[in-house]
């Protein structure tokens, strides 16, 4: 059976992030195999995030904008993001990317194969996929499916299906992103659709939902037709692409790692952020300080400081009862915390950089009444549980 230093089981975002940063640390040496039973070429995901410098992953940004525009109860127009800058990026574009970089190591080797099993054993961790058994000193993996069915905890999901049209006549302003636009029926849920330029023509229009109910193709696309029809002045217009994903949106404790020899990683390792369903920057973030571990001491963990990550943990529990109860409707929370903070502590904020006083500015503009009777509950919840 042949032996790799780390085995990468699922080489998806959060895997080839990580074969990446090891490729670029004092570890680049080392043995790798990366399993995946899809080739990941297609472009089957966008990425969106927003950052303040240029990031690894800078050469292949498909868009970025300095100003991003919100839409939402009594409040329409673009909101100023300081020194954030919002950025897509393509899967198609980030796949080909860190493959073309990582095929220069000659002992990085990929193979195609669906994982049956990953276990961990005193010699090692152990995976088999297509029947075939493979050994590592670390396994990571990002295929683990996540059980989200505890009652004392909330999970909702985002899900959201778009299309990237292009359109007869020049209606987009480039320069102008749509993150959130609330103008579609709310159903006591919290649905938005957003709207990512990427020239006059053409743009990715896209119908999002939390909630905890799928909805029926009909479901995601009439939506999707009736604001096009009233709030883009197409002129007609063309599907190039169909873009559909689900992504948790959940408080449930992830065990990130189920054995010494097996790190749980991206979607699979917890690092979706549970009030947003945002993944990608953090998990650059985690996986950057886990390849700093593993080069500085052979451990290949997360520290974090626990009284932080309890009462962030808590914040996010907080909004996913309040969105679960109906407590209060979505799109004014969002719009209020939008527009009576900067938007920059927002996005702060939801990258868990913020001050405790930065996070009581915050809270002091959400709906108490809601948020109090929601914090209550979820402290309720978790004696209960
Ligand atoms: C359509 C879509 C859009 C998204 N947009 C955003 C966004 O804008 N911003 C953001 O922050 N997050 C976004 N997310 C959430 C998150 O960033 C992505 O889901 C991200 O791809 C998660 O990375 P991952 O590595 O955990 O999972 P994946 O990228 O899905 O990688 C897992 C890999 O494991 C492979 N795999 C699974 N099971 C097996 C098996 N048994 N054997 C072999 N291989 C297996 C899969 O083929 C896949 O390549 C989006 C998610 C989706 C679905």
Known sequence: ?????????????????????????SLSDRSILILDKEVKSRNDRTWCYWETEEGPFE????????????????????????????????????YAFTKEHL????????R?????????TPQGGFVIADDQPYMADYVFDSTHALKLNEPQNHNLWQHFKGWVIQTEKPCFDQNRPRMMDFRVEQEGDCRFLYVLPFDERTALVEYTIFNDKLLTD???????????????????YTIKETEFGIIPMSDEPVNERPG??????????????????????????????????????GTPDRR???????????????????????????????????????????????????????????MSTVPLGAFTVGALDVVRKRIAG
């Open 1 to 25: 059976m042949k032996r790799y230093d780390f085995i990468i089981a699922g080489g998806g975002m959060a895997g080839l992030s990580l074969a990446y940063y090891l490729s670029r640390s």
């Open 59 to 94: 050469p292949i940004v498909f868009r970025k904008w300095n100003t991003v525009e919100l839409y939402g109860p009594e409040f329409g127009g673009p909101l100023d993001i300081g020194q954030y800058q919002y950025k897509m990026l393509r899967g198609s574009d980030f």
């Open 103 to 110: 095929a220069k190591f000659s002992h990085i080797e990929f």
């Open 112 to 120: 195609q194969a669906t994982i049956n099993r990953v276990k961990d």
């Open 218 to 236: 009909e479901q995601y696309e009439k939506p999707l037709r009736t604001y096009i029809d009233r709030y883009l002045d197409t002129g007609g």
């Open 260 to 297: 010494e020899h097996i790190v749980r990683i991206g979607t699979a390792g917890g690092y979706t952020k549970a009030s947003t369903g945002y993944t990608f920057q953090r998990t650059q973030r985690y996986l950057r300080e886990i390849v700093r571990n593993l080069a500085a001491d």
């Open 304 to 362: 974090q400081p626990r009284l932080r990550k309890f009462f962030k943990g808590y914040l996010d529990s907080v909004l996913l009862n309040v969105l679960q109860n109906r407590r209060h409707p979505a799109d004014d929370i969002f719009t209020r915390l939008y527009r009576l903070n900067p938007p920059s502590r927002i996005f702060r904020f939801l990258d868990e950089d913020t001050t405790f006083a930065e996070d009581l500015k915050i």
